[in-house]
């Protein structure tokens, strides 16, 4: 019976089979490799609802016009009143929160603790993923906002998903050059202990709305 290093090395060498005998131990590796996605307008807005969907987080998609009625009805199905905002959210959307609690000046995170949820907007989504993407730029405030309240509302814009993760990062490097923090979101916080128990809101918001609004 071969022992696991014996099945480790046959591996390696298994891998290595196609690499030329004459090649320096210290190549640099080719980098030719896809990073982008093959999925444009329409494919990429449905590969990140079913994704997000996966990760047990709610995904509504609406129209730009509708979107304050989404917010409406995502706050009410968790019977949500008094809510956490970034200080530049617009007004429509503002309109639909029973009682909203600006982060200005900021929010300790006892306070935040003590309200029913968060509204934000988003950088980005990634679709391959089904990860939304904050940077602390426009409609979504500072990071503590979207960690500490139990419930947070998400509306992701469709014109801003994009298809992998490098091309995320590639999206995101100007807010990362300006120290902007990047959080990465795919579905409500969770994990699962030694016995493969899950347990959920331990790291973040235990309960998403995702809204997507073309």
Avoid: K
Wanted: aromatic share 2%.
């Amino acid at each position: 019976m071969s022992s696991a290093r014996d099945d480790i090395l046959a591996r390696v060498r298994a891998a290595l089979r196609d690499v030329p005998a004459d090649e320096p131990a210290d190549a640099e590796p080719p980098r030719d490799y896809e990073t982008g996605s093959r999925l444009s307008g329409e494919e990429l807005t449905t590969r990140f609802c079913e994704r997000v969907a996966d990760y047990r987080a709610n995904v509504v998609r609406t129209e730009e016009a509708v979107i304050p009625v989404a917010i409406r009805e995502a706050l009410a199905a968790h019977g949500a009143r008094r809510i956490a905002v970034p200080p530049d959210l617009p007004a429509e959307w503002l309109g639909e929160v029973p009682e909203a609690v600006a982060d200005d000046p900021p929010l300790s995170p006892r306070d935040l603790d003590g309200l029913d949820g968060v509204l934000t907007g988003s950088a980005l989504a990634i679709a391959e993923t089904g990860t939304i993407v904050l940077d602390g730029g426009a409609l979504q405030g500072r990071r503590a906002l979207s960690l500490v309240p139990d419930l947070h509302v998400c509306v992701v814009r469709a014109d801003r998903i994009v298809g992998s993760v490098p091309e995320a990062i590639e999206a995101l490097s100007a807010g990362a050059r300006e120290g902007r923090p990047l959080t990465f979101i795919s579905g409500p916080s969770a994990t699962s202990d030694i016995e493969l128990r899950r347990v959920e809101g331990v790291h973040g918001p235990r309960r998403l709305e995702v809204i997507v609004a073309a």
